[in-house]
């Protein structure tokens, strides 16, 4: 059975989709049926033969109009295989794509996709391989990073992990980052992903033990992804992401795993590039 072909959600074969992805050498957390399943009960996927190619087709309804694009937290998004991909393939796969929506819109670090599309913008993000012990990562290329730490540290900040779902919910509803829907979102996210030992939520506390900023990482083909971040107005005149990030990477230090900044893209490029961060191109691709 070598067909290409569309299949809804819901009669996707779980078992073989998921094998695809954790065979995947481009695999990551966002090609999974379950973190499909949990941003959204509204997706299809592209499958060849006996799941030997996948891709996820996140689909979004509006007044029974049809447009693909990632969910909200569904950051990525790509074609998988355990094996190298022809062009031949990727361009069946898109032109299938097509018959689904012609308003095909994909955030992907795959540059293969842009062979069949009508238009694309490159953006760039960061990743830090973590591998490394923790002393060498280097910070003193500027006192930038310095800076936001001694602020942290002045004001009495500390860190911790094993923070619950209902405290990274709790800090989205109060700052009103998230709306209800999405905030519920999250909440069923970081839980699927605490049971299924993908997920980290790591937080920041001020000097009266109340949470102030958190961080739900996950990870997966030693990849981690920043999947969400929230800080108070407290947190941010503190610099208390800054430190929590560092706490993060403190932690994790030595470990066969590379920490993917993409969600942190509004931090400065000093930031990264003064701790030896990768740049990285990304691209939004209209199909």
């Known amino acids: 059975m070598s067909e290409i072909r569309i299949i809804k959600n819901k009669d ?24 499909l399943d949990t941003v959204s009960n509204d997706w299809f996927g592209i ?28 950051s990525k998004t790509d074609i998988y295989s355990p094996k190298e991909i022809s062009n031949k393939i990727i361009q069946e796969f898109l032109e299938l794509a097509g018959t689904l929506s012609k308003h095909i819109t994909l ?10 599309a009508k238009k694309f913008k490159t953006f760039y993000s960061y990743k830090l391989d973590l591998i490394r012990p923790y002393k060498d990562i280097n910070y003193s290329a500027s006192d930038f990073i310095i800076k936001q730490l001694n602020s942290s540290e002045s004001h009495k900040t500390f860190f911790n992990t094993g923070i619950l779902p209902n405290g990274i919910t709790l800090l989205s509803s109060l700052t009103k980052s998230l709306n209800k829907k999405n905030i519920n979102t999250l909440r ?17 506390f001020n000097q009266h033990n109340r949470l102030i900023a958190a961080v739900l990482f996950m990870s997966s083909h030693f990849k981690v992804n920043i999947i969400y971040a929230v800080q108070t107005k407290e947190a941010e ?28 893209n509004e931090f400065p490029e000093q930031f990264f590039s003064e701790m030896s961060a990768v740049k990285y191109p990304w691209y939004k691709i209209q199909l």
């Open 237 to 264: 005149n503190k610099k208390a992401l800054y430190g929590l990030i560092d706490y993060y990477i403190k932690t994790r230090s030595e470990k066969a795993l590379t920490l993917d900044f993409f969600e942190l």
């Open 47 to 74: 499958v060849k033969g006996n799941y030997q190619i996948v891709m996820p087709l996140p689909v979004n309804r509006y007044f029974g109009f049809i447009s693909v694009k990632n969910y909200k937290f569904q």
């Open 188 to 204: 069923r996210l970081a839980a699927t992903s605490l049971r299924k030992n993908s997920g980290h939520i790591y937080g920041a």
């Open 12 to 35: 996707i074969d779980t078992i073989l989709w998921d094998r695809c992805i954790s065979r995947s050498e481009n695999g990551d957390i966002f090609g999974y049926s379950w973190f």
């Open 107 to 116: 955030t992907s670090e795959n540059k293969s996709l842009l062979k069949t």
